[in-house]
T-cell receptor, first 114, second 111 residues
Framework: AQSVTQPDIHITVSEGASLELRCNYS??????LFWYVQSPGQGLQLLLK??????LVQGIKGFEAEFKRSQSSFNLRKPSVHWSDAAEYFC????????????FGGGTRLMVKP | EPEVTQTPSHQVTQMGQEVILRCVPI?????FYWYRQILGQKVEFLVS????????KSEIFDDQFSVERPDGSNFTLKIRSTKLEDSAMYFC?????????FGQGTRLTVV
């Protein structure tokens, strides 16, 4: 069965600093990988996705993620964090054998210091 | 920008009562989903719906749960006899293929 681990429950960074959120997955085939963001009281918004091809993918709001098959990782990065990036971030893996089902990690809550 | 709309935003119900959570997916989307998030826990898949039938469901989605697309625009989740452990945020989502767009959720509180 597929699974996703986000090792960091909380991360605090200073505004303007770089950010990396970790995500490790377990899946038997080539994974479909996603990052979603959830602001307080809001739904989940898709930041970016990886299906195939270039392992470095660009998303919205200046985020990028790199797929590393050898490490079973799909870490999310941003070179300079803004206060508005404070939110909860979820990594997910999709199974194309199961009705497009997404399996989510536990989430990482990002706090941004002024 | 098209969005998925869920109603109500918050529902309180007595244990044992039936609840229906409503969703209006994006009109040209083909796949419809329900997920839930118990407070402090992961977002969990419940069910996916395609071509007017369930395409996949999780172990959580037992006989107490059902989904329906009654009129071609709404997508509903029914819980027949709610339990305390059904208290959670329920998210509806829809997609053309994989880019699922999520609604803002319905917080269900069972008392």
């Amino acid at each position: 069965a597929q699974s996703v681990t986000q090792p960091d429950i909380h991360i605090t960074v200073s505004e303007g600093a770089s950010l990396e959120l970790r995500c490790n997955y377990s899946y038997g085939a080539t994974p479909y990988l996603f990052w979603y963001v959830q602001s307080p009281g809001q739904g989940l918004q898709l930041l970016l996705k990886y299906f195939s091809g270039d392992t470095l993918v660009q998303g919205i709001k200046g985020f990028e993620a790199e797929f590393k098959r050898s490490q079973s990782s799909f870490n999310l990065r941003k070179p300079s964090v803004h206060w508005s990036d404070a939110a909860e971030y979820f990594c997910a893996v999709g199974s194309n054998n199961a009705g497009n089902m997404l399996t989510f990690g536990g989430g990482t809550r990002l706090m941004v210091k002024p | 920008e098209p969005e998925v709309t869920q109603t109500p935003s918050h529902q309180v119900t007595q244990m044992g009562q039936e609840v229906i959570l409503r969703c209006v997916p994006i009109s040209n989307h083909l796949y419809f989903y329900w997920y839930r998030q118990i407070l402090g826990q992961k977002v969990e898949f419940l069910v996916s719906f395609y071509n007017n039938e369930i395409s996949e469901k999780s172990e959580i989605f037992d006989d107490q749960f059902s989904v329906e697309r009654p009129d071609g625009s709404n997508f509903t989740l029914k819980i027949r006899s709610t339990k305390l452990e059904d208290s959670a945020m329920y998210f509806c989502a829809s997609s053309v293929t994989w880019d699922a767009v999520f609604g803002q959720g319905t917080r269900l509180t069972v008392v």
